[in-house]
Protein backbone atom coordinates (compact mmCIF):
# COMPACT_ATOMS: atom_id res chain seq x y z
CA UNK A 1 0.00 0.00 0.00
CA UNK A 2 3.09 2.45 0.21
CA UNK A 3 2.29 5.34 -2.49
CA UNK A 4 -1.31 4.66 -2.39
CA UNK A 5 -3.40 7.42 -3.06
CA UNK A 6 -5.26 9.36 -0.13
CA UNK A 7 -9.29 9.01 -0.18
CA UNK A 8 -11.40 11.40 1.76
CA UNK A 9 -13.38 10.39 4.38
CA UNK A 10 -16.90 12.53 5.25
CA UNK A 11 -16.33 16.10 4.42
CA UNK A 12 -13.00 16.86 6.42
CA UNK A 13 -11.03 13.68 6.82
CA UNK A 14 -8.34 12.62 4.76
CA UNK A 15 -6.94 8.89 5.43
CA UNK A 16 -3.79 7.45 3.54
CA UNK A 17 -3.90 3.79 3.23
CA UNK A 18 -0.90 1.67 4.48
CA UNK A 19 0.25 -1.63 5.87
CA UNK A 20 0.25 -2.31 9.28
CA UNK A 21 3.89 -3.84 9.99
CA UNK A 22 4.27 -7.54 10.66
CA UNK A 23 0.78 -8.04 8.27
CA UNK A 24 1.99 -7.98 4.59
CA UNK A 25 5.77 -7.43 4.87
CA UNK A 26 6.89 -9.92 7.42
CA UNK A 27 10.42 -8.62 7.99
CA UNK A 28 12.26 -8.34 11.51
CA UNK A 29 12.12 -4.35 11.73
CA UNK A 30 9.96 -4.30 14.56
CA UNK A 31 12.24 -5.51 16.96
CA UNK A 32 13.17 -2.29 19.28
CA UNK A 33 10.78 -0.30 17.59
CA UNK A 34 7.53 1.50 18.29
CA UNK A 35 4.83 -0.26 18.17
CA UNK A 36 1.91 2.80 17.35
CA UNK A 37 -1.78 2.07 17.79
CA UNK A 38 -3.22 4.75 15.87
CA UNK A 39 -6.75 4.66 17.54
CA UNK A 40 -9.22 7.66 15.40
CA UNK A 41 -12.20 8.57 16.58
CA UNK A 42 -14.77 8.64 14.07
CA UNK A 43 -18.19 10.54 13.87
CA UNK A 44 -19.70 8.48 11.29
CA UNK A 45 -21.49 5.90 12.74
CA UNK A 46 -20.70 2.53 14.67
CA UNK A 47 -19.49 0.04 11.57
CA UNK A 48 -16.48 2.29 11.27
CA UNK A 49 -15.05 2.54 14.65
CA UNK A 50 -16.46 -1.29 14.95
CA UNK A 51 -13.75 -2.07 11.84
CA UNK A 52 -11.05 0.30 13.33
CA UNK A 53 -10.90 -1.99 16.17
CA UNK A 54 -10.76 -4.76 14.36
CA UNK A 55 -7.54 -3.72 12.49
CA UNK A 56 -5.97 -3.15 15.74
CA UNK A 57 -6.77 -6.20 17.01
CA UNK A 58 -5.15 -7.22 13.71
CA UNK A 59 -2.11 -5.45 14.51
CA UNK A 60 -1.58 -6.62 17.83
CA UNK A 61 -2.00 -10.24 16.86
CA UNK A 62 0.32 -9.71 13.69
CA UNK A 63 2.91 -8.27 16.25
CA UNK A 64 2.47 -11.26 18.63
CA UNK A 65 2.62 -14.15 15.22
CA UNK A 66 5.61 -12.15 14.30
CA UNK A 67 7.74 -12.21 17.46
CA UNK A 68 8.42 -8.51 17.77
CA UNK A 69 9.85 -8.12 21.23
CA UNK A 70 11.22 -4.74 23.13
CA UNK A 71 8.22 -2.53 21.57
CA UNK A 72 7.87 0.76 23.01
CA UNK A 73 4.15 0.95 23.09
CA UNK A 74 2.57 4.65 22.74
CA UNK A 75 -0.85 4.83 24.16
CA UNK A 76 -3.48 6.31 25.94
CA UNK A 77 -3.69 3.91 28.45
CA UNK A 78 -1.36 0.64 29.75
CA UNK A 79 -4.41 -1.91 28.23
CA UNK A 80 -7.32 -3.61 29.66
CA UNK A 81 -7.91 -7.38 30.61
CA UNK A 82 -7.49 -9.56 28.13
CA UNK A 83 -7.84 -8.16 24.86
CA UNK A 84 -5.80 -5.67 22.67
CA UNK A 85 -2.74 -3.90 23.78
CA UNK A 86 -2.93 -6.11 27.09
CA UNK A 87 -2.00 -9.20 24.96
CA UNK A 88 0.95 -7.87 24.25
CA UNK A 89 2.03 -6.53 27.52
CA UNK A 90 0.78 -10.30 28.68
CA UNK A 91 3.09 -11.80 25.95
CA UNK A 92 5.84 -9.72 27.39
CA UNK A 93 6.53 -8.35 24.15
CA UNK A 94 6.66 -4.56 25.21
CA UNK A 95 9.73 -2.55 26.90
CA UNK A 96 8.47 0.71 27.37
CA UNK A 97 4.93 2.01 27.16
CA UNK A 98 4.53 6.10 27.00
CA UNK A 99 1.06 6.92 28.19
CA UNK A 100 -1.18 9.23 30.34
CA UNK A 101 -3.27 6.78 32.37
CA UNK A 102 -1.59 3.67 32.47
CA UNK A 103 -3.83 2.36 35.89
CA UNK A 104 -7.42 1.38 36.19
CA UNK A 105 -8.88 -1.51 37.33
CA UNK A 106 -8.55 -3.59 34.95
CA UNK A 107 -5.19 -3.43 33.92
CA UNK A 108 -3.93 -6.44 35.67
CA UNK A 109 -0.89 -7.29 33.22
CA UNK A 110 0.80 -3.93 33.09
CA UNK A 111 0.44 -3.37 36.92
CA UNK A 112 2.39 -7.13 37.45
CA UNK A 113 5.10 -5.69 35.03
CA UNK A 114 5.87 -2.77 36.36
CA UNK A 115 6.07 -3.84 39.69
CA UNK A 116 8.26 -6.67 38.81
CA UNK A 117 10.41 -4.06 36.98
CA UNK A 118 10.07 -5.78 33.64
CA UNK A 119 8.57 -2.78 31.82
CA UNK A 120 9.17 0.86 31.79
CA UNK A 121 6.85 3.44 31.53
CA UNK A 122 6.93 7.42 30.49
CA UNK A 123 4.46 8.98 32.08
CA UNK A 124 2.99 12.34 30.04
CA UNK A 125 -0.12 14.54 30.48
CA UNK A 126 -2.75 13.76 28.02
CA UNK A 127 -2.77 16.80 26.32
CA UNK A 128 0.92 16.31 25.81
CA UNK A 129 1.05 13.19 24.72
CA UNK A 130 -1.56 14.36 21.51
CA UNK A 131 0.57 16.98 21.12
CA UNK A 132 3.90 15.00 20.76
CA UNK A 133 2.29 12.65 18.37
CA UNK A 134 1.17 15.80 16.84
CA UNK A 135 4.54 17.00 16.61
CA UNK A 136 6.02 13.89 15.21
CA UNK A 137 3.67 14.24 12.39
CA UNK A 138 4.29 17.63 11.50
CA UNK A 139 8.32 17.54 11.45
CA UNK A 140 8.58 19.79 14.55
CA UNK A 141 11.95 19.01 16.43
CA UNK A 142 10.69 19.83 20.19
CA UNK A 143 8.34 22.10 21.84
CA UNK A 144 7.67 24.37 24.99
CA UNK A 145 4.36 24.03 26.95
CA UNK A 146 4.17 25.41 30.34
CA UNK A 147 1.56 22.11 31.01
CA UNK A 148 3.76 19.89 33.60
CA UNK A 149 5.70 22.73 34.66
CA UNK A 150 6.23 21.94 38.68
CA UNK A 151 5.41 18.45 38.40
CA UNK A 152 7.19 15.18 38.55
CA UNK A 153 6.17 14.82 35.15
CA UNK A 154 8.96 17.86 34.13
CA UNK A 155 11.67 16.79 36.42
CA UNK A 156 15.13 16.35 34.60
CA UNK A 157 13.62 18.05 31.68
CA UNK A 158 14.89 21.41 29.97
CA UNK A 159 12.44 24.45 31.50
CA UNK A 160 12.42 27.88 30.13
CA UNK A 161 10.18 30.82 30.95
CA UNK A 162 8.56 32.26 27.85
CA UNK A 163 6.54 35.59 28.03
CA UNK A 164 6.27 35.47 31.85
CA UNK A 165 4.87 31.66 31.78
CA UNK A 166 7.37 28.45 32.66
CA UNK A 167 7.43 25.78 30.31
CA UNK A 168 8.62 22.17 29.93
CA UNK A 169 10.39 21.51 26.80
CA UNK A 170 8.74 18.35 24.74
CA UNK A 171 9.92 16.28 22.33
CA UNK A 172 7.64 14.58 19.58
CA UNK A 173 6.97 10.97 19.76
CA UNK A 174 7.91 9.20 16.36
CA UNK A 175 5.92 6.04 15.19
CA UNK A 176 8.76 4.31 13.48
CA UNK A 177 12.15 3.91 15.57
CA UNK A 178 14.88 5.87 13.95
Not at 31 to 54: M, T
Not at 75 to 83: I, L, P, S
Request: charged share 30%.
Amino acid sequence: MPGAAPRTVGARATVRPFAFPGTRDRQDRSDAGRGARRRLRWCHGDDRRLRHRRDASALIDALIAQGARDLTVVNNNAGNADFGLALLLKAKRVRKIICSFPRQMDSWHFDTLYRAGKIELELVAQGNLAERIRAAGAGIGAFFTPTGYGTLLAEGKETRVIEGRPCVLEYPIHAISR
